[in-house]
Structures are given as C-alpha cells and as structure tokens.
C-alpha cells in the first residue's frame, strides 16, 4: 500500500511546486506594474480587492494583468521606489537576473556623451548568444562607440563581432580620404563605410567554403554557416549620431521627452523586405511567425550564410545632428522591445536619470546601468523568452539629486 501510494504523493508534490513557481511569477509582474503604473508604493492585494494607499486607489492584480504594453507610464513628480519582492528575486535567479549580466558604468573619454551603462541577461534561455560592445573613444576619440549583437544558432558570430567589428570600422574610417564636400558626418561617408565594415564582417565569419563546424557550449557539432547575429551600432559624435542596422535589435533616442526611432526592425513580413527576399529567389513562410523560408524570424543579419541571398548583411545608415533637446540613447535586443514599447522604455529611463525610479538594490551602480538594469528586469516581468542586453547611453545632465 504504502508503494502504491507514492505516485501519488510525487504528484501532489509536483503540483504544489508548478503552483508557487506560478504564483512567484505573478508577484513579480504584479511588482513591476504597480510600482511602474502608480505614484505610490505599497502592496496590492491580489484577491479581486482594491486597497487605498494614502489618496490613490491601486487596482487589483486582474486590473493590472490587463495593462497592454503601451500603458503609459504616469508622469507625476512623485518619486518612484522601485523594488524586488523576495519571491521575485528568487524567481529570477535561475533565469538570470540584473545582477547576473554584464553591467557597466563609466565616463565617456570623449565630449560625446557624459556616460553610459549596460547589461547583458540570459532570462529564461538556456544558452546566453547576446553581446555588448563599448567603446568610448575610437577614430581619435572623435566618437564613442555602442553595439548589441543578438546571436542565433550559437553565439560565435555574435562574440566575433563584439571582438572585432569596431576594429574593423575604425580601420575603414581611416583608410577612407574625406571627400571634397563634408556630408552630415563630419566629412566621413557613413553609409560607404558601414557598407564596407558589415561587409568585412560578414565574410570573417563566413566559416571558409569547407562548412568548418565546431563545438557548442552544449556539445553539439554546429556548422559555422548556420550561425548568425543581428546588429545595430551606433556612433555618438559630438554634432551627429549614426546609426547602423542590420537585423531587429533597436536603437532608440529620446529627444525632448519623445521617443524617436533611429532603426527600424528587418523583419521578413516588413513590405519592402518581403519583396527583397522574394526578388531573390525565397519565400517568407509564416511558421510560428514570418521567417525567411521559413526558419529565421529576421531578414537581415551577420552570418547565416546558409540563407544568403535571402539574407543579407547589408546595413541600413542613418545621420542624425545633434540637438540640444536629445537627452539619451537606449540600444538593445528585441528580446527588450518584444515586450516593452519605445515609449514605456524612454519613460523609464527618464525616471531613472532624474532620480524619480529607483530599484531597491542599486549594489552602487550610476543611473544609467540603474536604467538599463531595470529595463532588463521589465522585460522579464512581462514574459520576455529571449536573452536581453540594454545599452543607455546619457546625452545631457539630466539628473536630480535623491534624497
């Protein structure tokens, strides 16, 4: 009897456990909308209730589930306390937390920017494939340079690009004569020479003609031209940004309180990309989402070159002059803006810079890797599956003491 009966003890056990794991994840979301959502702080009573917290009325955990993405973020003065609940935390230290990435903050060697900060996350993959790049001063300290890599298939190309791709961009920088007429860009023709650095890129990976393979973290054998990176850099100078993009990691700007996109996502269902695959020979095949034939979910990228000509590595430049009301920057991997739009995101860290939000545990980092940590830890709660890496980058004082 009593071996008849253990099945069904293992099961109970089983399903208590499924039940708090669900219930620390609910917290958590619970956590991040209400702190995000309201002006003030306190518990919010999760059994279809609502609780007054001094004059303000917190919504029941219901009413805050069905909070779409672009809820916007309130814009009070009152001062946010941003914090984890210890259910929260411990949820989180399996699937990667803010403390567990790669977190930087440091002042800028040139006039460019005042700082910046970054954070690479694995959340809830098993396999970390993102990278982050920073590189204060390069070209003679003229600019700094900012770039996420989103891997695919593996994280070789994605590290070969953080190792390698603003070495090869200063080279073609200054191996390039400046044209007779200055362009936007200090005399430099960016769309030239993003051309040329992605395309140099590019071939250092393509792995040779042999479809060399190697080994994977997990011990598979993988061949090197089914591995692939997004990329988006971006160049800060002193009178212009340039950006550069090729996949669907984002760059973002917020000038005078509004989010402006500097990229736009190579996604295969984008019109134009669409008819580019299609004039090339492929199909865009919707399999769980639009994927150039079928498999992978962005149309552009580093590598991949198992798919060429559909895909291609070719980046899309902009120039953009500098203006007095551009206050940051934030660079990331769409495992951010799958779940966190332009707008929320530029809030946040608007809040963060001016010392209105604030998480708890700040383990002595600036704002900006404050900000960029938080963004992190939002996309989580809000069920972001991919790896995240977040890059702010401060333009303009914009902070306010905290008490």
């Known amino acids: 009897m009593s071996d008849a009966g253990k099945p069904s003890v293992f099961r109970v056990k089983k399903a208590r456990d499924a039940r708090g794991k669900r219930l620390e994840i609910r917290r958590m979301m619970d956590n991040f909308k209400s702190e995000i959502g309201s002006p003030f702080v306190g518990a919010v009573d999760c059994c279809g209730r609502k609780r007054r917290i001094g004059m303000k009325e917190v919504p029941s955990c219901e009413t805050l589930k069905g909070a779409g993405e672009d809820s916007k973020i309130d814009k009070g003065g009152g001062n946010l306390t941003y914090e984890l609940s210890p259910s929260a935390s411990s949820s989180q230290s399996s699937e990667g937390s803010a403390g567990d990435g790669v977190n930087v903050e440091e002042k800028s ?20 494939e993102d990278a982050v790049s920073v590189e204060p001063g390069i070209v003679a300290g003229e600019f700094a340079f900012f770039a996420v890599y989103d891997g695919h298939g593996g994280s070789r190309v994605a590290n070969a690009c953080r190792e390698r791709l603003h070495r090869l961009l200063a080279t073609e920088i200054e191996g390039r004569k400046i044209p007779d007429e200055p362009t936007d860009g200090g005399g430099i023709d960016w769309e030239k020479v993003m ?13 040779g003609a042999d479809g060399s393979e190697f080994e994977m973290q997990n011990g598979t054998s993988v061949s090197v031209r089914t591995i692939g990176s997004t990329a988006v850099v971006v160049m800060v100078g002193k009178k212009e940004l340039v950006v550069a993009n090729c996949g669907d990691s984002r760059a973002v700007l917020c000038r005078g309180g509004t989010a402006v996109p500097l990229s736009h996502d190579h996604k295969p269902d984008r019109p134009d990309e669409r008819e580019r695959v299609e004039a090339a020979g492929g199909r865009v095949i919707n399999w769980n989402g639009c994927r150039v034939l079928g498999v992978l979910a962005t149309s552009r990228s580093i590598g991949d070159h198992y798919l060429k000509p559909y895909v291609i590595s070719e980046p899309e430049v ?6 007095k ?13 799958d779940v966190v739009s332009n707008e929320v995101a530029c809030e946040v860290v608007r809040k963060c810079l001016h010392g209105q939000l604030r998480r708890r545990f700040s383990e002595g980092r600036g704002p900006p890797a404050e900000a960029a940590a938080m963004l992190a830890e939002l996309a989580m709660a809000k069920g972001s599956k991919d790896n995240i890496s977040v890059i702010v980058v401060e333009l303009k004082k914009s902070r306010c003491s905290v008490a």
């Open 325 to 337: 009301l551009d206050n940051f920057l934030i660079i990331a991997t769409d495992g951010l803006w």
């Open 109 to 128: 060697n040139t006039l460019s920017c005042l700082s910046h900060g970054s954070i690479s996350m694995i959340g809830r993959r098993r396999l970390m």
């Open 195 to 207: 051309m040329a650095c992605f395309a140099n890129m590019d071939e250092e990976v393509s792995g």
């Open 318 to 323: 902009t120039v953009s002059k500098r203006t």
